[in-house]
Structures are given as C-alpha cells and as structure tokens.
C-alpha cells in the first residue's frame, strides 16, 4: 500500500493549493480525485473566466455561522497573499469592480498555473478514485476508493467540495464521509441558483433582459433589495439579481420548507413612479397604441403583454404591476444550475486555527465541503484558496 505523509480528497480549487502548501512545508502529499482531470470546476468559474477571488474581503460577505472562522483563517492567508501566491505562480491579474481575473480572461490559465506547480513540487495524482472510506490504522489512516484501492497517510484533507453541478465531480458523496467519522452536515442547499415560477409573463417574456430591483418576501417578511439585471425565462428568473437574491430564498423553500415565498420585481427602477405615470399619460392621450406606451422604457416585447390591458384600466395598477411586480416561487432549479452549496461540515466542528476536525485527529477540511458559503463575486474561491492553503501548513 502506497504511504504518504498528507492525503488530499478532492483536486478543486481548495484540494490543489492545500497540496502545494503541504508539499512546500516539505512533507509527501498525494491528491485522490475521483475524476480523471483536476479542477474541473476552476475551468467554468466565471463563465470561464475564473473570478478568483474579490478586493474586498469582509467576512460580512460570508454567511453568518462562518464569519468568526472567515475571519480566523482570511488573517492567516489574506488577499495580498492571495495575490501574491498566483503572482508567484506567473498569474497575472486584473481587478474590476471589485472582482478579480486573470489578464488572459480564461479560467484555464489559472489550473494551468496551479498544475504546474504541483509538477514542479512533485505532487502525485491518483485519477480516478472516488474515496468511499476513511478508517483507522494502527500506523495512521487509511482512505480507500470504491474500486478497493487504498493509500495510508498521517493526515488527511478533504476537500471534496459540495453538491453543485455535479457533473463536475462534486456530488456530495464526500458528506457520508464526513457522517461516518462523526461530523454534523448542515442540510446543503442550491445557492446562486435560478428561480422557477409558474407565471405566464415569465414564459412570453423569455428570453428578455432588464435591469430590475428585486426582494423577497417569505411569510410576510421583507427582504433586503438587490438590483441587477434579471433575465425572463420559460421556466422563470434568471440573471444575476436572481442568484443572489436565491440564498434566502432557496433556504426558505429547501431547509424551512416555506411556502408562501415570493419575490417582488421592480422591473423600472430607474424611474419613479410619477415619471412613469406622466409618460402614460402623456402617450395615451397622444392615442398611442398600448403596445407602445413603454417604448424606450422596457424592450418592445413587453408590448406584447400591455396589449392585453384594456384602455380603461386603472393607470395605478398598471404601474404597480410594473413596479411592485409579484411572482410566486414555487422552487429553485436545483443542483445541476446553482453556483455554490450553502450548508455542510458544521464550521462549529472544526478548529479555526488549523481546520482539524475536533473529531478526528489529522483529518482537516477545506473549501466547500465546510458550512462556508460567500457572496458571489469571487468569495467562494478566496474562501478555497485561503482554507486549502491553512490545512497544508499544520501536522
Ligand atoms: C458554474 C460555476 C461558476 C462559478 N464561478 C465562480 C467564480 O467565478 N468565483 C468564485 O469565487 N466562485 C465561483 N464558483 C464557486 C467555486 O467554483 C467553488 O466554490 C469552488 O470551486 C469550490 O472549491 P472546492 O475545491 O471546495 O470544491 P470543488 O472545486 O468542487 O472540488 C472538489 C473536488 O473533489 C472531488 N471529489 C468529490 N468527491 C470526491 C471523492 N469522494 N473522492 C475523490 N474526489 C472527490 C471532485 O471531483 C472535485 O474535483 C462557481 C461555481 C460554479 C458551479
């Protein structure tokens, strides 16, 4: 049996930087991926363009219970030496608007980087192992594969992210491990994830995109406005509003099991209420076709669906329905469309300095697979990065 002194579980984003920090703390390291490439997700971060990481990394950006944790470890390995780590690996960045990319826009260029310094350092990759089984040897642990395959180590980190897009490599296999060794799994749930409503103006809008001001409203409760642009589709609402006004939501619907969530679109923000109304005024006294009388406002489309509103009606509640627009949520699109998990190894488990489970001695968890869950904006990989590279440096 193969015997190293560090196993990594998973070859993401959080797997390989844990692997060059142990590797250049000096001791042997191996990475057990269960897919036959590494980083499969780090090649469509960003619409391929890998968001690496955000200028501003607050924990208030990061979901309550893992702020204290964020915190700890962003103090260890901070955005400037985030920035520094892929300087030194021939990286070169840019930031805009706060986001952070590589200068050649591809996400390819950062596994690129990443792999050539686990081959500089020598890490091996055992391709194709899905681990099913972390037990106990007298002279360490061993982490076996479904096939029977196993490898001993002296410390083990698992990284083996959370459950979206699975087709990726993460599914959520990775949470029965973390069970069987004692630990509590915060119910994962879809984050950054379209929205699916059974509203017909979603169907004949599909497709159209506009800027929008949207927030929920679970069992009678506001919640906090977000604007960006939302994209109509045949099953609901998309674009990037969406996926971040769909944590709370998704929450409600997959953990609380709510029913009554609703989302309420502002679909002019721009204008306020009386603007708008002057304006139709205005056309319809000018005898402008109904489908008109937002031109220039909203795209032509729209004028489909004012058609169907009779002259006569009430100008207050055309304009409510433009500006207090409410759709019923009747569910998310799952896992195979949402951007990160929000849930799993309860932070409160770990410890924050190391991230060694207070479980199990010398198994450490890094990345996704933890109940750490950021904004989007480059905050999941900060968070990767950060958490990979702390559990390389202890044991
Ligand atoms: C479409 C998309 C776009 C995104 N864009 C951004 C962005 O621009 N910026 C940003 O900050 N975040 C982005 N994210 C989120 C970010 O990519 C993830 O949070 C991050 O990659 C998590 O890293 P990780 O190493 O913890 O997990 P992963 O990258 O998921 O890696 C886990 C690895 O473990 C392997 N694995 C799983 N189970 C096992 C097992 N049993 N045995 C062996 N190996 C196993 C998997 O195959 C995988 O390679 C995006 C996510 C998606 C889906």
Known sequence: MKNYETIVIGGGAAGIVASISAARAGGSVVICEKMPQLGRKILASGNGRCNLLNDDLRPEFYNATARTLVETIFRKFNKSRMLSFFENLGLKTYSREGRIFPVTNQAASVLKVLEMELQRLSVPVEYNFNCSAISSSRSGIIVSSQDGKEISGTKIIITGGGKTYPAFGADGNIYEIARTLGHTIIEPIPCAVPLVVKDNLCFLLQGQRILARVHSIIDGKTGESIQGELLFTRYGLSGTCILDVSEEISLALHR????????????????????????????????????????????????????????????????????????????????????????????????????????????????????????????????????????????
């Open 256 to 395: 609380q099991h709510k029913n009554d969530v609703s989302l309420v679109v502002d679909m002019v923000p721009f204008m306020e209420k009386e603007e708008l109304r002057n304006i139709i005024v205005r056309r319809r006294k000018g005898k402008v076709a109904a489908e008109d009388l937002l031109a220039g406002i909203l795209p032509n489309k729209f004028g489909a669906v004012l058609k169907s509103i009779p002259e006569k009606d009430d100008i207050d509640a055309i304009i409510t329905s433009l500006k207090e627009r409410h759709f019923k949520i009747s569910g998310t699109r799952g896992w195979n469309e949402a951007e990160f998990t929000g849930g799993g190894v309860a932070v409160a488990e770990v410890n924050p300095e190391t991230l060694e489970s207070r479980i199990k001695k010398n198994v450490y968890f890094a990345g996704e697979i933890l109940d750490v869950n950021g904004k989007r904006g480059g905050y999941n990989l900060a968070w990767a990065w950060a958490s990979g590279w702390v559990t390389g440096l202890t044991g």
